[in-house]
């Protein structure tokens, strides 16, 4: 059912600290199969991994919250949650507080000890949401993208404009600075200093998220102070992909967008400097490092190249880092699918994935990964911790999703059959296989066998979220 590497058996087997999966399945499955259980799905309900390793339920789903809601008749209505946001470990809040939208695009608070929810915004259609540097950043309908300071309500209530009509809802301020009013903004993701979007023209910007240091009036009255900020932002700007690393000119903002000219444009003829734009269709975002992909199915990767998550090989050890997009050679995925072409990209805290299009018949495609797989998150079969060329995933299906973040080391699969695999860092129980063995290639989450999920849910309905040492996964009745 769920199986183990040979290699981390014997280096268990004296483990007295250990629960027993097999056991811990054997349990979910009777209270899963209960049919009290299955009526609480109503109308709403959240499960997070259980990371307590002394519990009877560690590496598996518990069930944290139930929501529903009353009407003005007092009728119980159904909620649909949208998007859910789990904060990392490194945030004090991460184990008592987390936020969510609703199917309204309303942004709520929720208390996980006490399953209180508090609406912070309402009437903004907001679509999804990410967290970086303690702040939460939310994408709305008309593409403008919320920043919402997490220990700061005095901050959020100075830019929450209260409506002097009725019924026309409050108005907030505190959003993205766009360099052009009239874009729209389509997607987003979040790193650890640093937000990617892209707009309704296909241009990629880009947006540090980070408090900059000695960035104040005092600092630039001081020539020491000045050059030391300005060092610092350099360093930060080779990391962001702005620069070629030598000019520091360029002032960082916090949350205020800077136009990532290299890779929005092409030059096609280095002798008469001919130059096309470039339409990007998809950013994403590791830790400290980056990917785009390109409508004609290029990749470009910048920032840091530590573990080879950009896809290139390290000439300088002691600088590490890609300080401008560089293209993946499409050569490198040929040994893979010789027509096949990048339709996709994910990233992981320090690894990067792309899905090829196979161009068969059988509708398979392929998943390949690259960078840091030392907890078996390249999924390869390996635990490797440097690799720069592209690797096959160890799974044969036809990938509908990925699902990772840019501050875990695990990551979910979701096949066209809706049946979820679940590879990478276990070591919390994140996995949801009841046990913290590190899985180095995608091991099936079996729902018929272990009821993580029950059968009488639509796969559909379900939603499924990680964060850097949890996996949470709601169910949308």
Known sequence: ?????????????????????????????????????????????????????????????????????????????????????????????????????????????????????????????????????????????????????????????????????????????YKIEKLRSGDKI?????????????????????????????????????????????????????ELGIVNGLDSNIDLVKNKSIDLILLNNELVNREIKKIVPRKINKVVCGKNHSMALTDDGKIFTFGNNKYGQLGHSIVNYNNVVIPFPKEIPSIKFKPYSVEGKPIDIFSMSNTSFVLLDNGDSDRTNILLSIGDGQSGQLGNNSYKTFQCDPTRVKFDGCIKNVITNSYSDHAFIVDEQNQIWTFGNNSNGQLLIGNHYNQDKPIQIDKNECNVVPNSVNCDKIMLTTSKNRSCLIINK
């Open 186 to 238: 389509i997607q987003f993701d979040t790193g650890e200093n640093h937000l990617l979007y892209i707009t309704d023209k296909k241009k990629a910007y880009i947006v540090p998220t980070c408090d900059l240091d000695g960035d104040d009036d005092d600092s630039k009255k001081n020539k020491n102070k000045e050059k030391e900020r300005k060092m610092k932002n350099g360093d930060l700007l080779k």
């Open 1 to 173: 059912m769920m199986s183990v590497s040979r290699r981390q058996q014997d280096n268990d087997n004296n483990d007295n600290n250990d629960d027993g999966g097999s056991n811990n399945t054997k349990r979910i499955l009777k209270l899963v199969n209960d049919p009290n259980y299955i009526n609480q799905f109503t109308p709403c309900s959240i499960f997070l991994s259980n990371s307590d390793k002394h519990s009877k339920y560690f590496g598996l789903l518990e069930k944290v919250a139930s929501f529903n809601e009353d009407d003005d008749n007092n009728n119980n209505i159904n909620i649909t949650i949208k998007d859910i946001c789990i904060l990392p470990e490194e945030n004090s809040n991460s184990r008592r507080i987390s936020y969510y939208i609703d199917e309204k695009g309303d942004f709520f608070r929720w208390d996980l000890i006490n399953n209180n929810k508090t609406k912070i915004l309402s009437n903004y259609k907001l679509q999804t949401i990410k967290y970086s540097n303690n702040q939460i950043y939310s994408l709305s309908k008309d593409g403008n993208i919320y920043i919402f300071p997490l220990n700061d309500d005095e901050l959020i209530n100075k830019n929450l404009i209260k409506s002097k009509i009725p019924f026309w809802g409050d108005r907030y301020a």
